[in-house]
């Protein structure tokens, strides 16, 4: 079992809609969970990070944390051809024994987004 | 303010040789991650280094080192290169060692033939 896993895709919506794009985890010591876009031939960018579980709202994007469920979500509101990218789910484990989690994120694969006009 | 920035921007290699990448985090970043992507691997840690010192490690052969200098910029090196080693390399900074989460450079885009 991958430590992050995202639905696979790819996913095409149509301008306007409510993009969804899902990650599950498999430790349940993760900490802190962010969301990364790629634009293809570019690095990551950071859209948004949570810690607690519920909502976490900024602008068109809101996260969802559901840590029982072992479960992170990214939805778009009202999305844009410009949203059309690779989303990028990252975690920090927390280190085993003897181990640290410093500077170290896991990604999932990445879900390539494609928003149509 | 100036993002990560990363020098290389491409560089391609033999077999055989070595390869230094170099990254100047945002100012007054002191926490700096590398990381490897590839298309099939997607991506994968390779180390972390704060204060100079490095604190954690991925897994990846002892031909993959880095280090950190006293003003938080940071250099990686692969020697012996192999083909396999072509990727995007990429280079993250945080001011908090990452709890609101890593900046990221352009990134060293390294070919191996």
């Known amino acids: 079992q991958k430590e992050v896993e995202q639905n696979s895709g790819p996913l095409s919506v149509p301008e306007g809609a409510i993009a969804s794009l899902n990650c599950t985890y498999s430790?349940?010591?993760?900490?802190?969970f962010f969301w990364y876009r790629q634009y293809s031939g570019k690095s990551p960018e950071l859209i948004m990070f949570i810690y607690s579980n519920g909502d976490k709202e900024d602008g068109r994007f809101t996260a969802q944390l559901n840590k029982a469920s072992q479960y992170v979500s990214l939805l778009i509101r009202d999305s844009q051809p410009s949203d059309s990218a690779t989303y990028l789910c990252?975690?920090?484990?927390?280190?085993?024994?003897?181990?640290?989690?410093?500077?170290?994120?896991?990604f999932g694969q990445g879900t390539i987004l494609t928003v149509h006009p | 303010k100036a993002g990560v920035t990363q020098t290389p921007r491409y560089l391609i290699k033999t077999r055989g040789q070595q390869v230094t990448l170099s990254c100047s985090p945002i100012s007054g970043h002191r926490s700096v991650s590398w990381y490897q992507q590839t298309p099939g691997q997607g991506l994968q840690f390779l180390f972390e280094y704060f204060s100079e010192t490095q604190r954690n490690k991925g897994n990846f052969p002892g031909r993959f080192s880095g280090r950190q200098f006293s003003n938080s910029r940071s250099e990686m090196n692969v020697s012996t290169l192999e083909l396999g080693d072509s990727a995007l390399y990429l280079c993250?900074?945080?001011?908090?060692?990452?709890?609101?989460?890593?900046?990221f450079g352009s990134g060293t885009r390294l070919t191996v033939v």
């Open positions: 430790d349940r010591g993760s900490q802190s």
């Open positions: 990252a975690v920090t484990i927390p280190p085993y024994a003897g181990g640290t989690s410093y500077g170290k994120l896991t």
């Open positions: 993250a900074s945080s001011l908090d060692g990452g709890t609101r989460g890593y900046t």
